[in-house]
């Protein structure tokens, strides 16, 4: 099953061999012919508990032909996709067999919900999505999971199918889809100021048609689903008014979801703070505009627009001057506070600008000063 970092973002699928296959009518997106010039995922083995769409929990075991990656081997979902590409979930946390790092990953689901384990029918998990049951060939996903979801965000995922037919399904033996990968970034790269707005972008590896569905904590969508074109997707994300790091979620929708598989990518942007700095003397009176320092002199300084939660370090320097400043780290908001600074003995008369500067972000801000030795 597929890896992604952030970030971001995260698991995939998808092909149908030979010429091509049809989706059921209503309950699915048209198909298309899949070339295999991709190589094809895991396949994705389900036996079904019985052939009813309200059985509690449609599948006795559920088996994936690749290991689940190092970091997402504490559990596994099962997910049935409706035609518009969510997911709606049929089983979580599912443990039995874990860790599952074996070439061949294979769980039992329990025939009822148990203890910290979700199972539910597949015509519920229809309901809960708003979806109308429709006969047609519906994807399946098996994701790896990690027990700490908030700092392990991927979704690496493998595909199988069922076909539905009015209260009935069976397991639909086709081949695994085509993997795709999607890749999110973003202009400007890594920040942007809180209340600007900026470019995400997703790009699509294979050359499958379809759309991208871009959210913000996969729970919120920025706009309406992208077409991909000449395989990028791009949305204006809306501004964030307070600084702090936001996790952005990219869901590629294939059009022929039998030929090719969905992929999911992660990323988390940070929100800076306006860049400002504030100086003040040892008994904590702030200093105005280019204020006269003497070598030596004790300031206290603070400084904002660095990026938040990341803990980045900032370094310090004068120009004009020989000093060792030592490199500080910044707090949750991505601001300096309480740095104490001396000003350098070795420095000249006149004009000097202390500058702290992130090594991550490259944000700078300055403060001017001016020197003069006692007579």
Not at 40 to 62: H, I, Y
Not at 154 to 172: H, I, W
Request: hydrophobic share 40%; net charge negative.
């Amino acid at each position: 099953m597929n890896r992604r970092l952030y970030g971001a973002l995260v698991g995939a699928l998808t092909l149908l061999m030979g010429a091509g296959a049809a989706l059921g009518a209503t309950g699915t997106a048209s198909a298309q012919t899949a070339t295999r010039h991709d190589p094809a995922g895991p396949k994705v083995t389900l036996t079904a508990r019985s052939d009813s769409l309200t059985d509690s929990s449609p599948f006795s075991l559920v088996s994936v032909a690749r290991a689940c990656p190092a970091g997402y081997q504490d559990n596994l979902g099962v997910y049935l996709v409706v035609p518009d590409g969510r997911e709606s979930a049929l089983a979580l946390n599912l443990t039995d067999g874990a860790p599952y790092s074996a070439d061949t990953v294979t769980t039992r689901p329990p025939a009822q919900p148990a203890t910290g384990v979700l199972v539910r029918s597949l015509a519920s998990a229809f309901q809960i999505v708003h979806v109308p049951v429709a006969d047609g060939v519906y994807p399946i996903h098996v994701v790896c999971g990690n027990a700490d979801h908030a700092d392990f965000p991927d979704r690496p995922t493998a595909t199988g199918f069922v076909q539905v037919s009015g209260s009935t399904f069976t397991v639909a033996d086709l081949p695994a889809p085509v993997e795709t990968t999607l890749r999110l970034s973003a202009d400007p790269a890594t920040h942007v100021q809180a209340g600007n707005t900026f470019t995400l972008t997703a790009r699509v590896s294979a050359a499958a048609s379809g759309t991208v569905r871009f959210t913000t904590d996969n729970t919120n969508p920025i706009g309406s689903p992208v077409p991909v074109v000449n395989g990028t997707a791009q949305v204006t994300a809306p501004a964030n008014a307070n600084p702090g790091v936001r996790r952005y979620v990219a869901t590629f929708v294939p059009s022929d979801p039998i030929g090719y598989a969905q992929d999911v990518a992660v990323f988390s942007y940070a929100f800076t703070a306006a860049p400002g700095i504030q100086v003040t003397d040892a008994a904590g009176n702030a200093l105005g505009d280019t204020p006269r320092l003497t070598p030596g002199q004790h300031v206290e300084v603070s400084a904002q627009g660095f990026l938040p939660a990341s803990e980045e370090e900032v370094t310090a320097s004068v120009s004009g001057a020989l000093g060792f400043f030592p490199a500080v780290t910044t707090d949750a908001a991505g601001a300096v506070t309480g740095y104490d600074l001396h000003v350098p003995y070795v420095i000249a008369d006149g004009t000097h600008t202390l500058t702290l500067r992130g090594r991550t972000s490259h944000v700078s801000v300055t403060f001017t000063f001016t020197t003069k030795w006692p007579s």
